[in-house]
Each structure stands twice: as structure tokens, then as C-alpha cells.
């Protein structure tokens, strides 16, 4: 077997346990690829002493027969997650050089369920961006390429779509608050999904929006996702909002029958210009699910609309006050002082410096949306939105809906640099079809179904009932099986 | 509810402007650090004095990514002190953020409770001498997080910070405006800290910081107070100004009474109250603009998303209703009523639960009065003038009760009571034993005091016949016999027996 990195986690796992191959020869082909993927700039920081010595402790458990779930398997791990001892900066310049003394619960998990870490990978700066292009580290590249144009993998997890897609590891960590596990995921053809807000424990991971952020897989199948996800998953007692609920056995969901089940169409997610190869993509994914047994319902989620302008309040309201601590005082960045300058120079000139553009803004947007006088306006009217947006999906679940199917992304990925002199609000469109399902706490995921005239991949997301990840990932897998989306970049990197 | 239902209302403190009579009108926040080993939403240690920074966790220091997690303790202990204060329990409450920047603050925000606080109304009754108490309302109690401390006198060019008290747990205790003058204001903390420290949910140390309050100072012209309390609409009374931080108690009636002297000055000059927070001075006995409403910071209130709203049971709140020690004014009363001690007698045994409970064990099976009067006279006078504590008394509560004991059964007399006391508390032991060992004991056998009385009568005849003149003087035989007998024979017996003797 060459190219071990190209496996997906399930056929590794079997060879692994069959002793077909050590979980040392595929970290090697993994840090090899990565070696050779610069261009990429997918992996911001890398841990080849960590793989090593995980992997080669990995074999050990092989060898003993008791391989727990994900043995041996080399992941890559958004530098949103803090990592004991290894650089973690969430793509920005203030947490350069932070390494923490602590271990995120989900990456504790996936260690000790014997996974192996090779590195930490590329992101919006904060998670906030749709593009990868806020990063502190330059740009994630897209392994998909047209006409010579470089295109952005997405965003916020842009360096774990680009490294999944470019079998750099098995499968990546991600975190979405808006969108940035499934489009990133959608942009690249793979797999991503976010599940129910609660199900994945946030403690030690850097917080964006704390009321909407779960952190879910990458990977290069349902199968993968489902087998990842219920590692990453658990009870955690140090996040007060993590679910005390047991986690099922994902993987034993996919039984490939949805024959029965109501799949909704929402009307409200036919936006006016939409493409129409994104249109005609909707199209064939309802017929698959069609066609595998399904009953497809046309129905209505009336909030809609209100959801991406509620978003962009809660989100950044946020972020201004989870962002507060990056002050310079006991970590990261601090800016240089001159004669006589106090306290209030040093918070303007440490978060001027430390934070970028597109965190600025949203700091500001969300002090503006929070002070005195306007709460009432913006913060309090997009609770109340977004308590509207959480009721039209109750009320679909209520009618015996059991999975939503969507566009993913309102396009297929854009050239890098295609939005820089943009108005914010066309980058922000990109969430159009992912921000409800945070506001609304529920999972979804986006699978490849198709390529478009491009020859880029482009994505569908369903949407499920909240704590129901297992049946989503079984109609996911569905549509995975029917669209038969195996095609994969030509390497040009 | 025990109450005190025939106690009047105090009057309110009057000051004399230039131009006329002026009423204060006064409301609290206290904050008061709960009682509790770890913090409210870390695991970190909460004692005082510790090297500094040495009690922090990841989350107090607020490092990426970590979270709060809750303290049940805390939470009992806020719902303690609600059911203390008789106030409403929330079984749902719920935490907001308060943001502000300041280094002694990591999270950039303190996580407080506005809109849903733990306890509701509650009220506490403030007595201010006999019959006369004041009912003042509590607004609220919400639990929220302290800051830390930041140095400025360490460093010419640098300010330190020791995170050690960042995190720990407050309570904010928040009155109504029903304080109406700077004596009223202390005995309102005063019996706050009081019930606290009976509660045990509060140790009330306030030079430790661990009782602070700020002050919310307002005059009006009498008569406008009670159409507030008619209407409780606010317009009736002055602009307040708020003095911050306030840690003694004799601070608190200084400022209050410079504040509302400003504030007079002000206003009969033809000014305006500005409203905004000051802080006093005590070196120079003044309050001082500390910042404006206009420069007030815009705290940007929002719910806290890292926790969940906090839903706690009533069958929760029942259990630790149950389980409640007996109150002050509770406490109070059963020693008015069961010991038959004055109001003044009961209030002292009671001002601190330890005092109390010292009291109880003395007066067990034995007179309560008299066991009060040991207590309060001898036991407390004397650890007074010897700066001790009743914590620090080397005379067991066992042994004054002994001491009493000896005294009603008529074993000693008063005068060696005193000398039986000096000895337990300077060199200790058994004072039963110490009374027979030493000829304490008190002489009660007729025929011993017969004899004495008849040789003191033989001995005398002038004054024998004076007596019978002017029977007053028979005292001055009991005296002689009482002499005589080294202070051991029992007064009451050779009164009789003088009295019969010297035929009158």
C-alpha cells in the first residue's frame, strides 16, 4: 500500500487491527505529505515528535488487543483547540507563542481514544472569517484549483478542509458558529458536520460565540464522522452548557435505510439569485433522497431571512466580550510601552496590533449592538429572532420531519483575494444556509454530492432533530452513497 | 415570623441647614464574600492572606478557553442567607455579564446576576433601643464574582495584580432606601453582619475586605420621605450620590454625615445634585467625586452563554430551611422569655451566636439572671480588659456554670464568688473542688452562726441597746458576724438570727 495518508479512518482502522499496516507507517506518510504541502499552508504548526511517539504507543495497543476507536489514526487539529504544550493561537497574532498548560476536552478524547496528533492547522483568525484569509499565518489554500486561480478552502476551519481534501491526515477537527465546519467542508468535498450545541464539550477550546460555537469532524466519509464524532463527543462536567446525555454508537446508525422518513424542503432557502447549478444540485439531492425511500415534504421555515442579521448581532455581542481577556496583561501579546503610557495604552495598542481587521470590526459590532441604548434594539430583538428561527424548526420536527435538506454554501469556493475589497456583508452571505442551525442549536452536516461546471465540489447539508446526530449521519450517508462523489483534486501542490 | 410588632419606627436624623430642616434618606449594597473553601465558578482555594497569586485557576486567571462552572456551596449559602433574611428564593436565576476592562479583572467582565437574582424581597429588622426598631426592605440578593487586587505602591512605573481573590464569591445584598441616618446606616450593617455571621455564610471580617458596602446618600425636606414610601415613586426624593467601598462602620456614619452636609450646601446655595459615585476620604474626612453619570462606564449587561440558567428545587431550598440555626431576634426573644433577662442583657449574650451558646451552657439547670450577670459582668468585663475573645476564655463555659450552681444553692456567697472566679481563670480547676479544698464553702449551720452571733452580742451590749432604740442597726451585728466568719457564713442566716437574737 502507498500513499497510506489517502486512507479514510474506517479502512485504516480495519487494516490497522488486521496488522496490515502500523500506525507508524501511516503517521510517516502523513508527515511526509504534509512535508510536501507547503502551498498549502494548511498546517500552521507541527508535531512529528507527539505523532511518533503517539503512534508507535498506538501499535503497542494494537498489538495488545485493545484498540480502542480511533487507534493509530492521524489527525490534524484546528488551532482553535488548546493543546498542552503546543503552539495554540487561534490564527492570531495576540495569542502568539501561547501554549497552554491544558488539554481540551475534545483533543483529550481523541487522544485517549488513541489518535494520534500531527499538528495544528490553519483558520480564520478567532474563527471568525468565511475564507481562511483573516488568519494570522497567510492564507489556507484550496487543493482545488481552476484555471491556475488559487481558490480559498473556506473558512472559519479552512486548513482542516484543505488538509482533509489533500490527505494530509485522516481527518481534522473542526469548530462551526456559524457555518465554518460545513462550508469549508462544502468547498473542498468532504464531510463535515456540527452537532447538537451541547453535544461536544467547549472547555478548552478558544470561544468565539460561546452560545453557538460546537466544535465537530472532518473527514473524507459519513462513515469517518460518525466514527469521529462520538469520540470527540461527551458529558463533560467543566462546560456547564455540555449535555449530560450518553453517546450513542454513531456508526451503528448508518444502516443506509431512510425508506418512510419525511425529508423538509424549506421554501425561505430559495434565495432570489441563487445559481442555478446550486439550484439543480438541490434538485438531484432531493430526488437520491427520493429515490432511496424518503417522502419529500415542501415546507416552511417563515424566519429565514431574519436569521443571517440576528446572527451577526448574537455572534459578534459574543465575541466583543469573550475577546476582553486578550489584554496583554498575563499572556500573548503586549504591545511596547513608551514613557508615561498606562493602562488604557496598553489595551489600545495590544488589541490594535494583536487583533486583525475582521476581529476589530467584530469587537466593534458587538459593543455597539450591546451598549446602553441600543441593546434593546439590536442584542434583544435577535434573541427574540433567534427564539422565532428555533420555533419554525420545532414546529417542522413537531409536523414528523425527521431530516431538512439545504444547500450547503450559496456557491462553490471563490478565489482567494476575490473579496478582499468587498463590502463584509458579501463575505458574511456565505453563512446564508448554515447560520440557523446554530441559532437553533441543531446539528447538520454537509456531504459532497456533485462537482460543478468548474470541476469544483459542491455540497448539500441536512439538518436534523436536536440529539439526533446518528439519524442524520444515516440520511447524510444515503445521499453519500447515492451521489457517489469520489472525485479528488489533481495534485498540483 | 418573630417579630417585633409593638416596636416604633426610629425618627429620622435631622440636619439643620442654613435655610431648613433636612432629612437623610439612605440605601446599602453590601458585599458580602460568602463563606465557602473554593470560589464561585473555580476550584480554586479562597484563603485570605495567601502568597499572592497562589489561588488561581486556569479559569480565574481566564486563559483561552476555559469556562465557569458553579459552586452548589455558593448557592446554599445565598439561599441561606435569603432564608435568613426571609426573603424569596428564585428556584430560577440566572447570570450576566458585567464588562468592563481593568487588570485586576482577567475575563474582561465579572459574571454577576441583573436581571434574575437568586433571592427577591426580603427585610431586616434594625433596632436602634428599647421598643424602637427599623424595618428595612431588601431589594435583592445576587451572587457574583470579586475582582482581584491591583498594586500601585510596589513599583514607581509598574502595577502589580494578585488574582488570589478573583473569582471568590459575593453576595451583593441590595436595600431599599429605608435608612434614615448614619447611626441607623451602621446598626443596618451591623445586624447584617450579624445574622450572617449566625448563619455561617459570611464570616463579616471588614478589615479583611470581607464585608464591604457602598453608600447610597440622598436629603429631602421632611414630609417628602413619606410620600415616597406612599407612592414609592422616587421623584420625591433627592439626587443621590453613591460613596464606594466603604470597610468600617465609623466610615460609614462620617461619610454619610459629610455627603448629606454637602449635598445641603449644594442645594440651599441654589445647586444641583449631580448624580454620580464618590469615594471618602478618612484622612480628611471628606467624600470625593469619583466619576460622573457621564463617565459611567456602559457595562453591557448581556446573559452569560457559558452558563445555563440556574434552576435549583424547592424540595433543595426546604432541606436547607430545615436545617437553619436559630436567628438573633429569634434567639433574642426565647432568652427575654425563657432566662427572664432584660432586653439589654438578651442583646448582648446575643450579638454573637458564640456568646450565646457560651450563655446557654452556664444557664443550664440553673438561674438564668444569675448565670447572665457572671456572664456578661464578670466573664466578659474581665476578656474585654484582657483583649480576648470568648474563644480565647480560660474559663470554661462548664466551669462558670459550676460557679453559678455553687452561688444558688447558697454553697458560696457572692463575695467569694469572686474569689472563686479569679482563681478558676487564673490558675483553672473544678470549682466545687476548689471550694472544699480551701474552706470556701459557706457557713449555713445554725448552731456555727448561732454561736458567732451570741459571743458578737455578749461582746457588745452598747451597741445592743442602740439596736433595740433604732432596729436599722441591727446590720451592723450581721456585718461583724459576716467578719467574723471570713465572708463563710450565709448572710440570709445571720440577718435571721441577729434579728431574733436581738429581740426585735
Known sequence: MSALNELTISAARDALRAGELSAVELTEDCLAAIEGAGALNAFVHLTPDIARAQAAAADLRIKAGAAPSLCGIPLGIKDLFCTKGVPSQAASNILRGFRPEYESTVTQNLWDAGAVMLGKLNMDEFAMGSSNETACYGNAVNPWKVDGRQLTPGGSSGGSAAAVAADLCLAATGTDTGGSIRQPAAFTGIVGIKPTYGRVSRWGVVAFASSLDQAGPMTKSVRDAAIMLATMASHDPKDSTSADLAVPDFEAALTGDIRGKKIGIPREYRMDGMPAEIEALWAKGTAMLKDAGAEIVDISLPHTKYALPAYYVVAPAEASSNLARYDGVRYGHRAKLGAGDGITEMYERTRAEGFGKEVQRRVMIGTYVLSAGFYDAYYNRARKVRALIKRDFDLAFAAGIDAILTPATPSSAFGLGEMANADPVEMYLNDVFTVTVNLAGLPGIAVPVALDAKGLPMGLQLIGRPWAEGDLLNHAYVLERAAGFVSKPGKWW | ?504
Not at chain 2, 439561599?79 to 487588570?103: H, M
Not at chain 2, 443596618?188 to 471580617?205: S, W
Not at chain 2, 446655595?269 to 476620604?281: A, C, N, S, V
Open chain 2, 1 to 504: 415570623m418573630l417579630d417585633h410588632p409593638r416596636a416604633r419606627s426610629p425618627e429620622p436624623k435631622v440636619i439643620a441647614g442654613a435655610k431648613s430642616d433636612w432629612e437623610l434618606v439612605i440605601g446599602l449594597e453590601v458585599h458580602a464574600q460568602v463563606a465557602s473553601n473554593a470560589k464561585l465558578f473555580s476550584g480554586a482555594s479562597t484563603l485570605f492572606g495567601s502568597e499572592p497569586n497562589s489561588n488561581v485557576a486556569f479559569v480565574d486567571a481566564a486563559m483561552p478557553g476555559m469556562l465557569p462552572v458553579i459552586n452548589e456551596y455558593c448557592v446554599a449559602q445565598a439561599v441561606r442567607t435569603g432564608l435568613g433574611l426571609k426573603a424569596q428564593i428564585n428556584l430560577v436565576s440566572a447570570f450576566d455579564r458585567k464588562n468592563y476592562f481593568y487588570p485586576d479583572l482577567p475575563q474582561g467582565y465579572q459574571i454577576s446576576q441583573l436581571y434574575q437574582p437568586i433571592v427577591g424581597e426580603g427585610e431586616i429588622i434594625v433596632e436602634m433601643g428599647p421598643g424602637v426598631a427599623r424595618h428595612v426592605r431588601i431589594e435583592r440578593i445576587h451572587l457574583e464574582q470579586d475582582a482581584g487586587k491591583s498594586i500601585h505602591d510596589m513599583d514607581p512605573t509598574m502595577s502589580f495584580v494578585d488574582l488570589n481573590r478573583t473569582g471568590v464569591a459575593l453576595m451583593e445584598i441590595v436595600s431599599r432606601p429605608d435608612i434614615r441616618g448614619p447611626e441607623e446606616a451602621a446598626a443596618y450593617v451591623a445586624k447584617l453582619r450579624q445574622i450572617l455571621r449566625y448563619l455561617g455564610t459570611c464570616d463579616g471580617n471588614m478589615q479583611n475586605g470581607n464585608l464591604r458596602c457602598d453608600v447610597n446618600v440622598s436629603v429631602c425636606k421632611p414630609g417628602a420621605y413619606e410620600k415616597y414610601q406612599e407612592t414609592q415613586d422616587f421623584s420625591h426624593l433627592g439626587t443621590r450620590c453613591e460613596i464606594k467601598n466603604m470597610n468600617s462602620m465609623r466610615f460609614i456614619q462620617q461619610a454619610i454625615d459629610y455627603e448629606a452636609r454637602r449635598q445641603i450646601a449644594i442645594v440651599e446655595d441654589g445647586g444641583k445634585i449631580i448624580q454620580e459615585t464618590r469615594l471618602y476620604d478618612p484622612d480628611k474626612g471628606e467624600t470625593r467625586s469619583m466619576r460622573s453619570k457621564e463617565e459611567a462606564h456602559d457595562y453591557r449587561y448581556f446573559p452569560c452563554p457559558d452558563l445555563l440558567p440556574l434552576e435549583i428545587e424547592q424540595a433543595w431550598v426546604d432541606a436547607i430551611a430545615g436545617a437553619m440555626p436559630e436567628l438573633p431576634d429569634e434567639k433574642k426573644l426565647r432568652f427575654i422569655n425563657d432566662f427572664g433577662l432584660s432586653d439589654y442583657d438578651a442583646g448582648v449574650l446575643t450579638a454573637e451566636a458564640e456568646n450565646a451558646a457560651y450563655f446557654e451552657k452556664v444557664a443550664e439547670g440553673t438561674d438564668g439572671k444569675l448565670a447572665a450577670n457572671w456572664v456578661i459582668n464578670e466573664l466578659f468585663g474581665r476578656l474585654k480588659k484582657e483583649g480576648h475573645d470568648i474563644g480565647e476564655s480560660p474559663v470554661s463555659p462548664e466551669q462558670l456554670g459550676a460557679i453559678v450552681r455553687l452561688i444558688k444553692a447558697g454553697d458560696i456567697s457572692g463575695k467569694i464568688a469572686k474569689d472563686l472566679f479569679e482563681i478558676v481563670y487564673t490558675e483553672g480547676g473544678d470549682p466545687a473542688e476548689i471550694v472544699t479544698a480551701r474552706g470556701m464553702k459557706q457557713v449555713t449551720d445554725t448552731t456555727a452562726i448561732e454561736a458567732m452571733v451570741d459571743e458578737i452580742i455578749a461582746q457588745n451590749p452598747a451597741q445592743v441597746e442602740k439596736a433595740k432604740e433604732n432596729p436599722k442597726l441591727a446590720g451592723w451585728f450581721t456585718g461583724q458576724v459576716l467578719k467574723a466568719s471570713g465572708g463563710k457564713a450565709n448572710p440570709a442566716a445571720v440577718t435571721e438570727l441577729v434579728t431574733r437574737k436581738l429581740g426585735l
